[in-house]
């Protein structure tokens, strides 16, 4: 940065070969005038702090700071995930139930929905009365665990086998975080299935 410097102008006619000829120059033209001394140190040291960045007792104070955000969170953002897996595999247990009795009423016939495994969490597959497969369910991950019954059966009325029969499957997850909470999944009876929060009990 350039400072101004003073360039005063002719001396009046008045005033010719004076020094208050020189002074008044200077104060009618005080917009070409160099601007203190100070003001030009100052104007420096703050280009030169700002241009200095951050020093390192400051930066490692950053890093405690983030690091015991980050440990605080850390509860938190596992039971949000925790919660999320409960409610994307409630929901999708309840969109194959919802297909499974939709297939049944179309075909005319019986389809039942069943786990592959022990468990509903090893997946589940959709079959018609010939046993062929409308859709399977790869197993579930994230430590998701269904506890429901051994099969469910629409008849081609899109209802459950047995009058005034209902179905449940309790939704949870493995070792659970503070404000976790479990989902169930219900076929009422008239084989419609829905979902809320909580056990079924």
Same mark, same amino acid.
């Given at each position: &940065?350039?400072?101004?410097?003073?360039?005063?102008?002719?001396?009046?006619?008045?005033?010719?070969?004076?020094?208050?000829?020189?002074?008044?120059?200077?104060?009618?033209?005080?917009?070409?005038?160099?601007?203190?001394?100070?003001?030009?140190?100052?104007?420096?040291?703050?280009?030169?702090?700002?241009?200095? !960045?951050?020093?390192?007792?400051?930066?490692?104070?950053?890093?405690?700071?983030?690091?015991?955000?980050?440990? &605080?969170?850390?509860?938190? &953002?596992?039971?949000?995930? =925790?919660?999320?897996?409960?409610?994307?595999?409630?929901?999708?247990? &309840?969109?194959?139930?919802?297909?499974?009795?939709?297939?049944?009423?179309?075909?005319? !016939?019986? #389809? /039942?929905?069943?786990?592959?495994?022990?468990?509903?969490?090893? !997946?589940?597959?959709?079959?018609? =009365?010939?046993?062929?497969?409308?859709?399977?369910?790869?197993?579930?991950?994230? !430590? #998701?665990?269904?506890?429901?019954?051994?099969?469910?059966?629409?008849?081609?009325?899109?209802?459950?086998?047995?009058?005034?029969?209902?179905?449940?499957?309790?939704?949870?997850?493995?070792?659970?975080?503070?404000?976790?909470?479990?989902?169930?999944?219900?076929?009422?009876? /008239?084989?419609?299935?829905?979902?809320?929060?909580?056990?079924?009990?």
């Amino acid at each position: &940065m350039s400072f101004w410097t003073i360039q005063p102008r002719r001396p009046h006619p008045n005033h010719a070969g004076t020094a208050a000829s020189l002074e008044s120059a200077c104060r009618w033209t005080a917009w070409q005038c160099a601007p203190p001394p100070r003001a030009r140190e100052g104007g420096g040291l703050r280009s030169r702090r700002a241009a200095r !960045g951050l020093t390192l007792p400051e930066a490692l104070i950053g890093l405690g700071i983030l690091a015991i955000l980050s440990v &605080m969170a850390i509860p938190e &953002m596992r039971g949000f995930v =925790q919660n999320t897996r409960i409610k994307t595999v409630s929901f999708e247990l &309840m969109a194959s139930l919802n297909l499974a009795r939709s297939e049944a009423i179309k075909r005319s !016939g019986p #389809v /039942s929905i069943a786990p592959f495994g022990p468990g509903w969490e090893s !997946g589940w597959r959709i079959l018609d =009365q010939a046993g062929a497969v409308i859709k399977l369910q790869p197993q579930l991950s994230g !430590g #998701v665990r269904i506890a429901g019954p051994d099969a469910v059966v629409y008849e081609k009325n899109g209802r459950l086998p047995e009058a005034g029969t209902s179905a449940a499957f309790d939704v949870a997850v493995e070792d659970p975080s503070d404000g976790v909470h479990g989902r169930c999944v219900r076929v009422d009876l /008239s084989g419609r299935p829905n979902t809320r929060q909580g056990a079924c009990s």
